[in-house]
Structures are given as C-alpha cells and as structure tokens.
C-alpha cells in the first residue's frame, strides 16, 4: 500500500511537471510569435529610427544567445558573426539604407483645397501630395489616367498630365514631410456650368474636357524614380449650383 501510494504520488508530480513544461513552452512559443508580428509591423509601419531600434534589440538577443548557448567556442563565434555582419553592411550598404530609409506618397483631396478666393473667374479643384517617409522622392509626376461618368464616354479622358499649382508641369523632388498642391479643374461662377479637367499630354497640349453637372470618378496616379507608382481613386461632384463642388478619396 505504501508502494502505492508513493507511486501515485510520484506519477502525480511527474504528470503535473509536464503538464508545467507544455505550459511554458505554450507561453515562450505565443510571445515568440507576438514579439516577430510586433517586429514586423513596427519595420512596415515604422520610420528609420524604429527601424534602427528593431535592428539593435535583434542583434542583440543573437549576440545574447551566442554567449549563453555557443558553450566553450562562444567568442569565437560572436567573433565570426560580428566580422560577417560588417562585410555584410560594406557589400550591400545601398540596399540596406533604402532598407532603413523609404520614400511613402501619401495623396489627399478634400473640398477644403478648392481655392475660390484667388481668383474673381473661377474656383479652383486641387489636391495635395505629401511625402510621410524619411527619404526623398525624385522627379514626382502625377496623372490622370481616366475619368468615369455617366457623361463620360469611355476612352476620352486617359492619361493626361497634371500640373503643379501655378501652372508648372515638371517633375519635382519630394523632400520628407514635404507637399505640393497640383490642380485637377476648375469651374465658374455660372449655374449649371460644367468643370473643366486640367490634362496635359506628351506635346504639352491641354485636352480641352468639359464634363456637366453629375458624379463622377477619377483615378490618379502618382510616378517617381526611386518608388512605386500609386493610383488613388477620387470621387468628384459637380452640383447645379455654381459652389456645390464635392470631392473626396474613394476606394478604386
């Protein structure tokens, strides 16, 4: 009986040992998991010195784990990834700064860009892009690849050009946390009267496009040398009364 008992009693601790382990294993392995999401959402959502942050609390848990586990060889092991991890940086040090450091278009319009003021003929519908990443974009450009409408015939407005506010149609650099307005259309002080879309082709020549009181939407594209291109889809409103303009981002 004591045999017994002294049996039980040591399965008991044995079962409740490993029902510990799993227990912990379970833990490590959720917050292994929890700690590489948070890494690469704050490297995708983050700017450089998040980056740089990430960087440094990885390098250092592997120096850590080399001193802890690498056992009798474990300088000679911090040794050899120090010296790889510098012929790495020395070999793809381009590539790794466009890594920490990364251009992002962001593109706004809203009816608080229609300029009415500036001048007594027309009002003016602008938008706005604004670089939210921390290295510069060269030679922006944007488009406007097609208008849809029911007003609209298919085909007639593609790929025309958009000018910078003042009138200027050359490609820019885009320096962090810097904007541009540039303009879409405008339209006059009449009732009824349609909005005319600013569309520059190749040759430099304005497409001449009118469209009449309705709803419609644009889709805008963003170009650089040093990003991808980013298309935006905007809402556009022409109403019957002169002011009742509405323009505002939609989804493509």
């Not at 885009?174 to 303009?183: G, Q, T």
Request: positive net charge; charged residues 20%.
């Amino acid at each position: 009986m004591h045999f017994t008992l002294d049996s039980a009693f040591c399965a008991l601790l044995c079962s409740s040992a490993v029902n510990d382990l799993k227990c912990l294993a379970t833990v490590a392995i959720v917050i292994l998991v929890l700690g590489i999401l948070g890494i690469c959402i704050g490297w995708v959502r983050g700017r450089a010195k998040t980056r740089l942050g990430i960087t440094l609390l990885v390098t250092s848990a592997i120096c850590a784990s080399i001193l802890f586990f690498g056992g009798e060889n474990r300088w000679e092991m911090l040794m050899s990834f120090g010296t790889l991890s510098a012929v790495i940086a020395a070999v793809f040090l381009d590539d790794i700064r466009l890594l920490y450091h990364r251009p992002k278009i962001d593109v706004y319009v809203g009816d608080d860009l229609i300029d009415r003021a500036s001048f007594e003929d027309a009002q003016w519908i602008r938008g706005k892009i604004k670089n939210v990443g921390d290295r510069g974009v060269e030679r922006c450009r944007l488009k406007l690849l097609r208008v849809e409408g029911q007003n609209i015939q298919p085909g007639r407005i593609e790929n025309g050009f958009l000018q910078w506010q003042g009138g200027t149609r050359i490609p820019r650099r885009l320096n962090p946390d810097e904007h541009w307005i540039f303009d879409i259309g405008t339209r006059t002080w009449e009732p009824n009267s349609p909005a005319t879309l600013l569309a520059y082709f190749v040759k430099q020549d304005l497409l001449s496009c009118q469209i009449p009181p309705g709803t419609y939407k644009l889709i805008l594209a963003v170009y650089g040398e040093n990003i991808p291109s980013k298309t935006q889809a905007v809402s556009l409103r022409i109403g019957a009364a002169a002011e009742d303009i509405q323009i505002f981002l939609t989804k493509s």
